[in-house]
């Protein structure tokens, strides 16, 4: 792989950081939290234009035939400004449907953002292994499947046009899409750290999917969750990349202009320790992110681990360079004011999302001896 960005590659994250100067600046961020969605329909549209949910998918589904190399290098813009609204869900969801059903009438709706879409994959006391999935999908008397059950932690639930459920068959598991307005659905929003991302309970109370939504069971399913977990996963990372980037330049910019004691504290040793350790984080982290970006597509049969060293290696170096920052900035990083804050939250509900640094370390560990078996 080439260890430089190319100069398309380049130009993306140069459009992509002014889309976001301009366009979510700190002040809308503030706003929009303070919402219950999270969600405003010009910035989605605006968002939706440029092609972003669908960078990494084929033209005919809408998407812009790109690479998930690009797509790292938007989530990482996203993070850098801490972009609110339901982008993760519905680019988790359209990625599912790409892997399971390519022809999928919901599709290409997602992949412009004429859909807003979640993946409704966790129970209330389960983790991200697919393994773990319990909800039952019963065949109903007409064909097709009824689902009667909860899902926690949905991304983006509250706002979804369309919900892709995760559910277990005597065949295995089963991918459902969902109208998420469809009687018997009830979603319920849980209180998160992270504001700018919405989570929700979501109930099934005998929902019946006909046979046209059935996505993909057995086998085909457990691939195209996989796949879809694995792209999740590289947003999510990228996304920590992009706050951490955010963080040292703000920490090294206040400590060349606050002082303590007459001395500018970037004088000080001790702050230009921390601010080296960030720096060594935060690209040590680019370099795994872009490396496992890279393998998703060029080699997908070592992607898996690579994915989870980057995820692993990210979520505890968010959390140091967030830690870092708070220090530079002494108590005035603690503050409702400054936007560290939000940051710091933001880093720690992406550290669990997809996974913590344990759950892929384990990963890592399970690969060794049985790569089918890690996921």
């Not at 018997?184 to 999917?209: C, I, S």
Request: negative net charge; proline residues 4%.
């Amino acid at each position: 792989m080439e260890f430089e960005l190319s100069k398309p590659q380049q130009l993306l994250r140069q459009s992509a950081r002014e889309f976001f100067a301009r366009e979510c600046p700190a002040k809308r961020v503030r706003e929009l939290m303070a919402t219950d969605t999270a969600f405003h329909p010009e910035l989605w549209s605006a968002v939706a234009d440029q092609g972003w949910l669908g960078v990494h998918l084929e033209e005919n589904a809408g998407g812009l035939g790109l690479g998930t190399v690009e797509l790292a290098v938007v989530a990482e813009e996203m993070g850098r400004a801490c972009f609110p609204g339901p982008f993760l869900g519905t680019l988790w969801a359209a990625t599912l449907i790409a892997a399971a059903q390519p022809k999928s009438k919901h599709l290409e709706p997602l992949a412009t953002g004429a859909l807003k879409g979640a993946v409704a994959m966790l129970e209330p006391h389960g983790g991200w292994c697919p393994g773990q999935v319990e909800l039952e999908a019963t065949p109903a008397a007409g064909g097709g499947f009824k689902l009667s059950g909860r899902k926690s932690f949905v991304v983006d639930a509250n706002v979804a046009d369309l919900l892709v459920c995760v559910a277990r068959t005597r065949d295995g598991l089963a991918l459902l899409a969902v109208d998420a307005k469809a009687g018997g659905v009830k979603v319920t929003p849980q209180v998160t750290l992270d504001a700018t991302r919405k989570l929700a309970d979501v109930d099934f109370e005998g929902v019946t999917v006909g046979d046209d939504n059935v996505l993909a069971q057995g086998k085909a399913a457990r691939e195209a969750l996989d796949r879809s977990l694995d792209v999740a996963t590289l947003v999510v990372a990228a996304d920590m990349l992009g706050g951490m980037q955010w963080i040292i330049e703000d920490a090294v910019e206040y400590a060349k202009t606050r002082q303590q004691f007459g001395k500018l504290i970037g004088s000080f040793q001790s702050v230009q320790h921390m601010c080296a350790d960030m720096l060594l984080l935060t690209e040590s982290s680019r370099s795994a992110i872009l490396y496992a970006a890279w393998a998703l597509d060029a080699e997908p049969s070592i992607a898996p681990r690579h994915l989870a060293i980057a995820k692993a290696y990210a979520s505890d170096a968010s959390r140091e360079v967030a830690n870092r920052g708070v220090q530079v900035h002494g108590g005035i990083g603690f503050t409702w004011e400054h936007d560290l804050q939000l940051y710091y939250k933001r880093s720690k509900a992406s550290e669990v999302l997809f996974g913590d640094a344990a759950y892929h370390r384990g990963r890592i560990a399970t690969m060794a001896f049985d790569p089918q078996g890690a996921s």
